[in-house]
């Protein structure tokens, strides 16, 4: 990118645009909790594609790096582009639908024990609502149990208790 007094804005429109490219990746894969193709449920990628859809983020950010001239990498490691990173390597390198909820259990695990041992964040509303936007920093993973077809058994009761 040009060195100008624009700089500045230059690299908020690419982060930006970034953001979006992220978010667009993620819904490709896995659909929303609440997403629905004309009735039909998404199917999952096959390897190529998603060795492809790799490429083309890791691309991207490179270009958008510049090797330092550009955007800076650390603008660009958002937490939902870790989410991707994460949603990309267990994608088809976990076998089983049980395999990915075991993974979910852990984290959510993990988050919950943080949680304990973190002042607390309010009370009330905000605590509930500081709560579901943790668990919400794993539906990546629920979104992808789903995706393998463990909506009923495993999903819909967890969306189920969080929200009642």
């Known amino acids: 990118m040009d060195s100008c007094s624009y700089l500045p804005l230059a690299h908020s429109v690419a982060a930006a645009v970034w953001d979006r490219v992220v978010a667009v990746a993620v819904s490709l894969l896995v659909p929303g909790l609440d997403e629905y193709e004309g009735g039909r449920e998404?199917?999952?990628?096959?390897?190529?594609?998603?060795?492809?859809?790799?490429?083309?983020?890791?691309?991207?950010?490179?270009?958008?790096?510049q090797d330092g001239d550009g955007v800076p990498a650390a603008t660009l490691r958002t937490p939902d582009h870790a989410r991707l990173q994460s949603l990309l390597d267990v994608y088809s390198a976990v076998p089983s639908r049980r395999d990915l909820e075991d993974?979910?259990?852990?984290?959510?695990?993990?988050?919950?024990?943080?949680?304990?041992a973190a002042p607390p964040r309010g009370d009330g509303l905000w605590a509930a609502a500081a709560r579901s936007d943790d668990e919400r920093a794993l539906d990546w993973l629920l979104r992808l149990i789903r995706l393998r077809g463990g909506w009923r058994e495993y999903?819909?009761?967890?969306?189920l208790s969080r929200y009642l």
């Open 42 to 65: 998404k199917r999952v990628w096959d390897e190529a594609r998603v060795i492809f859809l790799r490429i083309a983020i890791d691309t991207l950010f490179e270009f958008l790096v």
């Open 103 to 116: 993974r979910h259990r852990r984290l959510l695990a993990e988050l919950l024990a943080a949680r304990a």
């Open 155 to 159: 999903v819909e009761p967890l969306l």
